[in-house]
Nanobody, 125 residues
């Protein structure tokens, strides 16, 4: 199983960025997917999750509607659209696949079995 995250880079505050996560080696439609991030001086934290069909999502409270998670099961890809970016959003963003037997939109890292390598997002002020 391999998860390849991409789309990170340098962006100015207030700008937008779209992250992608292509999944190899498993059927994406069998897995809840999540995005997490590790920002400066913090442990890895939950950002967003999406159910297997894409009809239900969950977000971290601090996002206040700025990010949107989506998925394309035919393309085995999960996305994270990030708008109104702030310098405090700077960090490494990871996609993760939940254990297939579970369907809840979990927020803890231990609930996810497979992880991508992360993509760096840097927001300048």
């Amino acid at each position: 199983v391999q998860l390849q995250a991409s789309g990170g880079g340098l962006v100015q505050a207030g700008g937008s960025q779209r992250l992608s996560c292509v999944v190899y080696g498993l059927s994406l439609s069998d897995h809840v997917m999540g995005w997490f991030r590790q920002t400066r001086d913090k442990e890895r934290e939950f950002v967003a999750a999406i159910d297997r069909s894409g009809s239900s999502t969950r977000y971290a409270d601090f996002l206040k509607g700025r990010f949107t998670i989506s998925r394309d099961n035919d393309e085995n890809t999960v996305y994270l659209q990030m708008n109104s970016l702030k310098p405090e959003d700077t960090g490494v963003y990871y996609c993760a696949a939940r254990y297939s037997r579970y369907v809840s939109l979990a927020v803890d890292t231990s609930s996810y079995a497979d992880w991508g390598q992360g993509t760096q997002v840097t927001v300048s002020s």
